[in-house]
């Protein structure tokens, strides 16, 4: 397993802002296949493809963060697609999104889990696992707790950062891969709206999070 990729040779360009300036929905379902990154300092570098999301509606989305109007806390939603909205959860683990659609109209999409593709031993070394063969890939970044940690991401250093700009150290690209097989299921882990289909995810790939009976195959 590789512990990095250099940048200049991962062939990926920048997802423009025009992407995520549309419903969340659309935008959940066109990110996987997409690749999320990370450089960092002493050119670190991390790469993952993105396997699974969940779409957040803002406003008319009772479990969306938006729902109840701007906050301090999630101003960002509010503010032009593009970009990072993390928060803490649980007292435990940070959660990323990006925005959507236009300023002032909130939506989101929550990353839920990742496909290591470079840096996986700087993955390892910050979640604590020991990578004995590929079957230990999954506890890096398959869980939206998983992966923040596994990229040093945080709301104090990466809220409201612009996830379509490298010099932001964080920021999402498109290399030309497209998934073969997606599927549609409720959000998981919420407690209101349980039955909205807004989560999206690559069938079969054994990064995407939760149990299995949520996960169907093609």
């Known amino acids: 397993m590789k512990d990095s990729v250099p940048l200049r040779k991962l062939d990926a360009r920048p997802v423009p802002r025009s992407f995520f300036n549309r419903d969340p929905r659309r935008v959940a379902r066109e990110l996987l296949g997409k690749l999320l990154l990370r450089a960092g ?3 670190t570098f ?6 699974e999301t969940e779409a ?5 989305d009772p479990a969306a963060h938006a729902f109840n109007g701007v906050t301090p806390r999630n101003a960002v939603l509010f503010g032009p697609p593009g970009h990072a909205y993390v928060y803490f959860i649980y007292g435990t683990h940070f959660c990323l999104n990006v925005t959507c ?3 002032g109209k909130p939506g989101c999409v929550l990353f839920r889990a990742l496909e290591p593709v470079a840096g996986e031993e700087i993955m390892a070394v910050r979640r604590g696992v020991v990578l004995t063969g590929p079957r230990d890939l999954p506890k890096l970044t398959g869980g939206p707790g998983r992966l923040t940690q596994a990229f040093g991401i945080t709301r104090q250093q990466d809220n409201a950062c612009d996830l ?7 920021w999402i690209a498109d290399d030309g891969f497209r998934p073969s097989g997606i599927r549609r299921t409720p959000r998981i882990g919420i407690r209101k709206a349980k039955d909205h289909r807004l989560r999206y995810l690559i069938a079969n790939n054994p990064f995407v999070s939760g149990p299995k009976r949520l996960n169907p195959q093609p």
Do not use: E, F
């Not at 991390?46 to 396997?51: E, F, H, K, P, Y």
């Not at 957040?56 to 008319?60: A, E, F, I, P, Q």
């Open 164 to 170: 379509t700009s490298p010099s932001s150290g964080l």
């Open 41 to 43: 300092k002493n050119k």
């Open 46 to 51: 991390l790469a993952a493809r993105i396997v």
């Open 56 to 60: 957040y509606l803002g406003l008319s």
């Open 101 to 103: 659609q236009p300023l």
